[in-house]
């Protein structure tokens, strides 16, 4: 059978997972992807006007066509749900018997909302590795999947969604996710995306983890790998691809300290190469970091988001203090272990001066690598969106807004009012952003003033620009692969986009 993956955004590990699955088992999988330059999966540079011109829809359509699938899988995200719905609509124009599925979180947290077109035929929740076969051979054979676990389906009641599927618990038993998938999008060599671990073990009230985690037993959605099976993979894969960094893309790297300590033994002496990774501001001590940095890490991700204490203990479900946040970051700077930060903007209750305090924070950290600037965002599930709905922020059409996929990204949310006006938090973020590069410019200088009008006014090109001149001064490896990947995907393709009116939808 032939199974098409079709993706909006880079690298999909949950996606390589599924396909190694479904090869194993004698399956064919290939994949149709528009990496989205220019739009909110760039991450990068955020342009509407470049992202329709280098809109790569018709390329995965054309791939559609080419390759001719028995199934289309989708995974969709909340902001990438509404794509998935057009393609899958203009898949059914073209071969109406070809099967279309829908996963991702997005299904997992609103299955409903998984069947708001009629082009989808089953959606599936939760992680799917142990159904997929399964759930293609069903459909090969033209049998029923309607009473499989996970799938989410019509039915003369309305819509069917049954339990979630069994999933693996030893991560362990998995097969090698299937690299072959994103070999012609990723340059795979510049940075070799891998997992420690599936789930979290924190309760943000802004992140899809808690409310997934939720879904499960206690104690059984959280799963860490063993460090043998890790490194295997590293060593067979580097065999193939040669990379020159690691990516862990895993929500938090083990805080375990055994395993951290077999960890940096074994990578060291078998793989040796950067990585990059996350981690929590409260799971760090001086060892710790100590044995992270022996590993070979080369930067580490932390969420502060506010240095307001308040908002983010009781907005943000994050118990951290300013206090540990500093002795983190300054224990880093001891042991000499890059990190970036992340903030949050858009927070209601936040105050000028809160703005104030991280950039008087920040600026006395030398190994500061990134502040990274995100709009705070809703998504279906989680704690945050019903505080907002019984708060009386947003109301029940926001909320069904949100869970159709219509709702706001992390770069253009304005979906909370904040306490400050938006010109001054543009400035805010253009500061937060090129701080990095010059930390001595902005502490300790008073709120207002021309130094902040000037900084309202700096385009987002100029700033992206700086971005990258601070990641060349650090020699930052992912700079290479962020300039390899819109050279290989710029001009890849012809260009087009999909039109918006194809197919049909329920309701028109
Ligand atoms: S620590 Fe990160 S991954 Fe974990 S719940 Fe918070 S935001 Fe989500």
Redesign the pocket.
Known sequence: MKILFVHLGREHLGLEYLSAMLKQAGHSTALACDIGLFGINDNIIINKRLERLFDRSNSVLRKVAEYEPDIVCLSAYTTTLQWCFRIAEAVKEMKHDTRTLLGGTHVTLSPESALGSAAIDYAVRGEAELIIVELANRLAAGESVEDMPGVVCRSADGIKINALPPHPRDLDSLPLPDKQLFERVINIRDDYMTLTTRG?I???TY?C??SVRRLYPPGEYRRVRSVGSLVGELETMYSRYEFREVYFAC??FPPDKKWVAEFAAEYRAKIDKPFYC?S?VNLFDLEYAQLMKEAGCRNIEF?VQTMNEDIRRNRLG?PETNEKIVETLSICERVGLRFDVDAIFQLPGEREEDFRVAIDTFSSFKMLHRIKVFNLALFPGTDLLEHSLTEGRIDENDRMEIMAGGGGDFFHSRQLESGVPLRKQRAYENILRILPLFPGLFSGRPAGGFMLRLMSLLPHPAVRFLEFINLARLRDLRLSFYIRLYARNLFARTPGRLRRDSGTRPGK
């Open positions: 979290c924190f309760n943000c992140c983890e808690h929500p938090l996350f929590h969420g994050r």
